[in-house]
């Protein structure tokens, strides 16, 4: 059973960092583009960042370049988020999600599997 689990939110000020971590279990982790998603209250769903099965093309939602950063570590089977700079609007509930054979697309579609969610607060 493929499972995705995520770790890391909590609440920070602004300005603040943090580490989210998505550990999955259940597939060959190393042939899944993984992404991040986030989503607020009576929002859709937005990509924030992933990482392609082959580590090396990672892409990034405008407003977080240059203050996050996807990661993986394949002997972990775990990508991670890594946030700094961070302000209120980045406030919402984070996703992963797996993508086999993928490059990290930004479309939602593209996605088999799919976290939990973590949230994560930042105040101003």
């Known amino acids: 059973q493929v499972q995705l689990v995520e770790s890391g939110g909590g609440s920070v000020q602004s300005g603040g960092s943090l580490r989210l971590s998505c550990a999955a279990y259940g597939l060959t982790f190393s042939s899944y583009a993984i992404a991040w998603f986030r989503q607020c209250p009576g929002k859709e769903r937005e990509f924030v960042g992933s990482?392609?099965?082959?580590?090396?093309?990672?892409r990034y939602l405008e407003s977080v370049k240059g203050r996050f950063t996807v990661s993986r570590d394949n002997a972990k089977n775990t990508v991670y988020l890594d946030m700094s700079d961070l302000k209120p609007e980045d406030t919402a509930v984070y996703y992963c999600a797996a993508d086999e054979y993928g490059t990290g697309s930004s479309g939602r579609h593209w996605y088999e599997y799919w976290g939990q969610g973590t949230q994560v607060t930042v105040s101003a």
């Open positions: 990482i392609a099965s082959s580590s090396v093309i990672t």
